[in-house]
């Protein structure tokens, strides 16, 4: 059971735009800022957001990131089949004194 | 090339020990906070342990599910950060990678930028 909540799965055609939400708790988004991670299968993740919504240098701008309370959420607008992966949420918790992730939301391109 | 090399992983039985290695390459090691977050098969990613730079102490942190038989250090004279893994347990078995904490020109952004490519542990009789 994860600290923070992500759906299994997402989809859309390519195209398309698509969110991710991720739900956690004033010890943990309420009060820290919101990463996100992409990760292509057999490969190790890669930073997409810093920040709640800043794109590290190379990470393409449709790309969103966006923090409301004790949620977050991921935007991919012009769904393209590289997006095609696992995408985490993640961020510090002070209670726990260190990083919760979500389980993962899985993007399929139709 | 800036990168993260992790090594030390293999197959061990239940209450064994293993030591992990992160040799980092390409920046200056010193001035970055680092973790190691793993990934069991099939599985979501985990945080488990943090080591801050020396100017903030060198301080570290552990998941509850590691507090008492991991143990993070580093060394900047090498670019090595350690994780010292005790009395390992099944559940331990996972992908373990090494990672870097995300900073910038004037801060640290509480994200992890840079990831080694993982490095196996398998715990099992």
């Known amino acids: 059971q994860s600290v923070l909540t992500q759906p299994p799965s997402a989809s859309g055609a390519p195209g398309q735009r698509v969110t991710i939400s991720c739900s956690g708790s004033s010890s943990n988004i309420g009060s820290n800022t919101v990463n996100w991670y992409q990760q292509v299968p057999r490969t190790a993740p890669k930073l997409l957001i810093y920040s709640n919504n800043q794109r590290p240098s190379g990470v393409p701008d449709r790309f969103s990131g966006s923090k409301s309370g004790t949620s977050a959420s991921l935007a991919i607008s012009g769904l393209q089949s590289e997006d095609e992966a696992e995408y985490y949420c993640?961020?510090?918790?002070?209670?726990?004194?260190?990083?919760?992730f979500g389980g993962g939301t899985k993007v399929t391109v139709l | 090339e800036v990168q993260l090399v992790e090594s030390g992983g293999g197959l061990v039985q239940p209450g064994r020990s293993l030591r992990l290695s992160c040799t980092g390459s390409g920046f200056t090691f010193g001035d970055y906070g680092m973790s190691w977050v793993r990934q069991a098969p099939g599985k979501g990613l985990e945080w488990v342990s943090f080591?801050?730079?020396?100017?903030?102490?060198?301080?570290?942190e552990y998941a509850a599910s590691v507090k008492g038989r991991f143990t993070i250090s580093r060394d900047d004279s090498k670019s090595i950060a350690y994780l010292q893994l005790n009395s390992l347990k099944t559940e331990d078995t996972a992908v373990y990678y090494c990672?870097?904490?995300?900073?910038?020109?004037?801060?640290?952004?509480?994200?992890?930028?840079?990831w080694g490519q993982g490095t196996m542990v398998t715990v099992s009789s």
């Open positions: 990672t870097r904490e995300y900073c910038t020109a004037n801060s640290c952004h509480d994200a992890f930028d840079l």
């Open positions: 080591i801050r730079i020396k100017a903030y102490g060198g301080t570290r």
């Open positions: 993640a961020g510090w918790d002070d209670s726990l004194k260190g990083w919760v």
